[in-house]
Structure formats: structure tokens, C-alpha cells
């Protein structure tokens, strides 16, 4: 059944955010097929009136007391960045030429 | 006398230290010279804190001296896999993305170690986030099997369960998501344990599939997993999955199995779990320990699990859709690596953000995040991820009906013993199926223990026998486990360590 394109691939590492160049996408586009070729068989296994499940052990309304507890200090909080400028992050631009 | 004092599991260690007869210190030494000799050849740990552990061992000396001692383990070393955050320690998750990163934070289960006061040897490789079933996928080169050099310590624990299996650490910490921790633990011939689903905490753990991640214990003996498992386990209010409930007593059910009587109980072989691909070896010995536990009194039976054969394919569009969306925090921003793209003047931070993620990943994290991405994007949703949960559903649904008929479920840990290093890197359908017996249990939350089963005809390596049990009822692994564990190393007359190879560098 499904087959997974190099150009189909090349749009969701965009999605994703991930260069990949030429030679990666040639590797992954044919493993990606296999692989959704495989887990392809699940369809049709389970009725519309099976209820989806998203976690193993369901809990609700998980609340904590409404009390102020410590959190990292900013000088925690900037120990791994990868650029810093005072007390803050530094970051590239945000805006792309055309905005 | 190193040798002596690093072969002692680690209740022994605790007993010894309870009595006088060693020290903390002494417990810790002997494992980083242990570590020095063999890790060479073994490459369980991406980093050693030798200054650190010392330190800790000498404050738990101390405490002992004042009658202070903090826990039943307190001054036994232990691993910690990299996937757990430890402050003043790196984490890499195996990852380049994350090379060099120190936590300013430590997760809730490695608070719970220094709490009880055992020193931390160090963290152990594993596949790059935890992706993969035998550390090949380790941006920093693949863990070696103890039981021959060549081979592979399953995955993504693997660090973990070799650092114990070569008696580098008597303790480790690992996490299971897909059978991370039960899966490199029958193919070194190693105990450890997927704790239910919300018994141990997640806070601080670099999370692969939230919804499947679990901390646990990897060990040499059962009981020393129980030891770990209620000292780590219990309630965190961090972690909105952690189960409010207080642990049942695993020392005491691993304590109770160990004296060899299971009158009384019910066990459900899982019907799905054997034929075409199954190694013999594997079968031989997992038949041999079924029929070990009906002399123990046990009332066997087979159970049908019909939609297991689809739980590979669940997990495998499940875990990819929730791995994409978790891995997109590496963003280049906050911490971790950040590259810049060549030939571009003035990058964007959406430039900077893919070059980063191109460099610091993997090919197997790559194809994850792809494939969940694809799952999650629009027109494939419901067919895939939706349809997904739908399945996960009826395989609890089926978990739910054996549990009906019995108290525990069995299978082999894994298809197959140790295969050789590079032999499945490039075949990721291949790989996968290693995970074929452990995924359920992931799916549905329960808890399940892999115990060695003995060493395979075919090859001589070891292979894992795996009991699950109903959610909450993690006891009911360590009493069947204690049990199978005992009426084994009392046949094989030791345990089944002892005929592992002599490691290059042992003395």
C-alpha cells in the first residue's frame, strides 16, 4: 500500500526542521516505505467504535497545591545555553526575508 | 579480593556494609578499578565520576559510623543511564545534540539514589534517545556484550545491563519504552524490570514516548531489583502520570518467590508469542522454565492474546508520532548544540534550527522523527495514529481477558539470543523485531521482569524469560521471578554469570 516519495520525505524533514541532503534522502525514502508497508497491516484492525486510548494508566484532574515552590535560577536556567547576552538567550533572527 | 567484593550482589554488599565487613569506599574502588580494566573493551559508560563517587562513598561511610545510614542500600554504587537528568553530571541521551550538556537539575528518581546515599559510578550508553534495541545507534560508538565482545547488549539500556552483567556496577538504573530495560536484559543474561506504567517517576527523564517510558531497575538478582525498584518508585507530584499509590511490598514478594513455593498460582503462556522466528534455543529454555514453575506448584495454561500481532505495528506509528513531537524542543535555542548553515549570511533561527538538527542527530532519530511526522500530518492522522490507539485500546482489552483467567502472563523476553554488532544496523524493520514480546506491555502500562533462562544451544548466550502482570500488581513479577530465578541457579549450581568469558584486563 503506501509508498513514501523522496519529495514527500524531502517536505516533512522541512516540516520537522531537519536539512537533509541529497544522499539522506535517497537512504531513507526506500527504509520509510518498508517500514509503513509493515505497520500498514493495523488498518481495519479496530472498529469506529473502539475508543482511541492515549495513555496506559488514565488519571484526571491532576492538581497540586496552589503554593509557590522554587524553580531554576536564571543563571540555572542559562547554564546550557548556546549563546547568552546578559541574563538572557541569545538567538538568531526570527524573521525571514520576505516578512 | 576485588574480585570477591564486586561478584556479591547488591543486597549481599548492603549486608556486608549492615555488618562491618567492608566499607563504602572499599565497595566503590573496587568497581572503578573494575571499570578501568574491562570498560576498554566493554564501552558501558560514556562517563565516569570517579572523584564524585568516592566522595559519596565517604560521606556514606560516615553516616554508617554515626548510625545515620539513609537507606537499605545506602553506600552500594550504582549506573545511571544517560537518559536520566543528573546535575553536575553530563547527559547526552547518547546524542551529539546534547554533547556536553550538564543538567542544572536532577530527575526525581536520581534525588531518590542521593537520598538514599548511593554513590553514582557514572551514566551508561544507549542507543541516541533511547531509539534502538542495541546501542549501535550511540552517537558515541555501540556498548559490547560481556558474554562475547562481538555481539551486540541489546538496547537502548544496553550500557546499563552490560555495566552489571561485566560486575562494573551492581546496580544500574534504565528506562523501558519499548523493552529497553527487559530486552538487553535477557541478552546479557542480566534481571530488570518495567515497573506498571506511573509507579516510578518520569520527572527529568528525556522522554522518547511519554506515553510508554518507564524508569526501572537493571540488576544481577531479583531481589536486588526489588531493593531499587521500592526505593526509587512512589508517588512524585512532578510528574502528572505518577500513580498515586503506595507500592506494593516487591522485597518481601521477592523474598516469598524465592522460597520456591507458587501453589496457587496461575500462569497464562501466551499463545502469540512463539512459533515461526523464534530462535530454538530461546524456546527450549523458556519450555524448560514453564515446566520449573508447575513443579513449583504453579497451574499453567495457554492464553490467547489475539491482537498482540498487531502491537508492533501500534507501537511503531505511536512512538515515532510522540518522539517527533517530544525531540522538537532540540531546538537550538536554550541548550544543546547549535550549528550554523554554511554559506548563509545572517541565518535565520528556522536555518540555524535545521542545520543544528542535521548535525546532531542520527540516522535512526532522523527516520523516527520523519515517520512521526508523516503519522501526525493531516490526511494520514486518522488512518494511522488514530487507528493506532484504537488498536492499543484492544490489546488492554486483551490484557484484561487473560488477566480473567490468570495471575501472570509468560513469554521469552526476545525472539533471539545476541546477534553480532552491524548485523541489523541498516535494517530497521529487522531490528525492530527484537522488541516483538516486550512492546505489549508498553502499550497497555503493565509491569513485566525479564529473568535469565539459560544459555542457548545454538550459540551459548544467553536467554530472558519475561512474566507480566496486571497493572499495580508489580509484586506478582518479582514472586514468579524470585521463584523461576532460585529453581535455576539451584540446576545450574550457581549463577548463570558465573560462566560468562573472562573479559580481557580481569585479573
Given at each position: 500500500m503506501p509508498e513514501i516519495t523522496r519529495d514527500e520525505v524531502a517536505h516533512l524533514a522541512t516540516l520537522a526542521r531537519i536539512d537533509l541532503d541529497d544522499a539522506e534522502l535517497d537512504h531513507l525514502a526506500p527504509q520509510l516505505s518498508v517500514i509503513l508497508e509493515s505497520v500498514a497491516s493495523i488498518s481495519g484492525v479496530a472498529g469506529d467504535d473502539v475508543p482511541p486510548t492515549s495513555h496506559a494508566v488514565p488519571l484526571t484532574n491532576v492538581f497540586r497545591d496552589d503554593v509557590v515552590v522554587p524553580g531554576l535560577t536564571p543563571e540555572q536556567a542559562l547554564s546550557g545555553a548556546p549563546e547568552r547576552s546578559g541574563g538572557r538567550f541569545a538567538v538568531p533572527r526570527i524573521l525571514g526575508d520576505e516578512q | 579480593m576485588t574480585d570477591a567484593l564486586i561478584r556479591r550482589t547488591a543486597a549481599e554488599m548492603a549486608d556486608d556494609l549492615a555488618a562491618g565487613t567492608t566499607t563504602s569506599v572499599a565497595l566503590t574502588r573496587a568497581h572503578l578499578d573494575r571499570?578501568?580494566?574491562?570498560?576498554?573493551?566493554?564501552h558501558?559508560?560514556?562517563?565516569?565520576?570517579?572523584?564524585?563517587?568516592?566522595?559519596?562513598?565517604?560521606?556514606?561511610?560516615?553516616?554508617?559510623?554515626?548510625?545515620?545510614?539513609?537507606s537499605t542500600l545506602d553506600g552500594v554504587p550504582i549506573a545511571v543511564k544517560d537518559v536520566l537528568a543528573t546535575e553536575g553530571l553530563p547527559t547526552t541521551c547518547g546524542s551529539k545534540i546534547l554533547e556536553g550538556w550538564v543538567p542544572p537539575y536532577d530527575a526525581t528518581v536520581v534525588a531518590r539514589l542521593r537520598a538514599g546515599g548511593l554513590p553514582i559510578l557514572g551514566k551508561t550508553n544507549m542507543d541516541?534517545?533511547?531509539?534502538?534495541?542495541?546501542?549501535?545507534?550511540?552517537?558515541?560508538?555501540?556498548?559490547?556484550?560481556?558474554?562475547?565482545?562481538?555481539?551486540?547488549?541489546?538496547?537502548?539500556?544496553?550500557?546499563?545491563?552490560?555495566?552489571v552483567a561485566s560486575f562494573a556496577a551492581p546496580l544500574a538504573l534504565g528506562t523501558d519504552t519499548g523493552g529497553s530495560i527487559r530486552q538487553p536484559g535477557a541478552v546479557t543474561g542480566t534481571v530488570g524490570v518495567k515497573p506498571t506504567y506511573g509507579g516510578v517517576s518520569r520527572y527529568?527523564?528525556?522522554?522518547?514516548?511519554?506515553?510508554?517510558?518507564?524508569?526501572?531497575?537493571?540488576?544481577?538478582?531479583?531481589?536486588?531489583?526489588?531493593?531499587?525498584?521500592?526505593?526509587?518508585?512512589?508517588?512524585?507530584?512532578?510528574?502528572?502520570?505518577?500513580?498515586?499509590?503506595?507500592?506494593?511490598?516487591?522485597?518481601?514478594?521477592?523474598?516469598?518467590?524465592?522460597?520456591?513455593?507458587?501453589?496457587?498460582?496461575?500462569?497464562?503462556?501466551?499463545?502469540?508469542?512463539?512459533?515461526?522466528?523464534?530462535?530454538?534455543?530461546?524456546m527450549a529454555r523458556f519450555t524448560e522454565s514453564v515446566d520449573l514453575l508447575v513443579g513449583m506448584g504453579a497451574e499453567v495454561v495457554e492464553v490467547s492474546c489475539p491482537t498482540f500481532v498487531h502491537a508492533l505495528a501500534t507501537y511503531y506509528l505511536i512512538m515515532p508520532a510522540e518522539a517527533s513531537s517530544n525531540l522538537a524542543k532540540f531546538d537550538a535555542m536554550r541548550f544543546g548544540l547549535r550549528v550554523l548553515p554554511e554559506g548563509v549570511d545572517s541565518p535565520s533561527a528556522e536555518d540555524v534550527m535545521r542545520a543544528t538538527r542535521d548535525a546532531g542527530f542520527g540516522d535512526e532519530v532522523k527516520r523516527r522523527i520523519i515517520l512521526g511526522t508523516y503519522a501526525l500530518s493531516s490526511g494520514y492522522y486518522d488512518a494511522y495514529y488514530g487507528q493506532a490507539q484504537k488498536v492499543r485500546t484492544l490489546i488492554t482489552h486483551d490484557f484484561g481477558a487473560a488477566f480473567q483467567q490468570v495471575d501472570v502472563l509468560v513469554s521469552p523476553t526476545a525472539p533471539t539470543t545476541a546477534f553480532k554488532l552491524g548485523e541489523k544496523l541498516d535494517d530497521p524493520l529487522a531490528m525492530y523485531l527484537n522488541d516483538l514480546a516486550t512492546i505489549p506491555a508498553n502499550l497497555s502500562g503493565v509491569p513485566g521482569i525479564s529473568v535469565p533462562s539459560g544459555l542457548a544451544d545454538e550459540d551459548g548466550l544467553p536467554a530472558g524469560f519475561q512474566v507480566l502482570a496486571p497493572a499495580l500488581a508489580d509484586d506478582r513479577v518479582y514472586r514468579v521471578g524470585a521463584a523461576l530465578e532460585a529453581a535455576l541457579t539451584d540446576k545450574w549450581g550457581g549463577p548463570l554469570l558465573d560462566r560468562a568469558p573472562v573479559l580481557e584486563g580481569e585479573r
Open positions: - | 571499570i578501568a580494566a574491562v570498560d576498554g573493551a566493554v558501558a559508560f560514556l562517563h565516569v565520576d570517579a572523584e564524585g563517587a568516592l566522595a559519596q562513598a565517604a560521606a556514606a561511610d560516615e553516616r554508617r559510623a554515626e548510625g545515620a545510614t539513609r541516541e534517545f533511547a531509539m534502538g534495541s542495541s546501542t549501535e545507534h550511540s552517537a558515541y560508538g555501540p556498548t559490547h556484550n560481556p558474554w562475547d565482545l562481538d555481539r551486540i547488549p541489546g538496547g537502548s539500556g544496553g550500557g546499563s545491563a552490560a555495566a527529568g527523564l528525556v522522554a522518547l514516548a511519554n506515553s510508554f517510558d518507564q524508569v526501572g531497575p537493571v540488576t544481577r538478582t531479583v531481589l536486588d531489583s526489588a531493593l531499587l525498584h521500592e526505593l526509587i518508585g512512589g508517588h512524585d507530584a512532578r510528574d502528572s502520570t505518577s500513580i498515586d499509590v503506595a507500592l506494593p511490598d516487591l522485597v518481601g514478594a521477592a523474598r516469598q518467590g524465592a522460597g520456591g513455593d507458587l501453589s496457587g498460582l496461575k500462569v497464562g503462556v501466551i499463545r502469540e508469542l512463539a512459533g515461526d522466528g523464534w530462535q530454538p534455543g530461546v
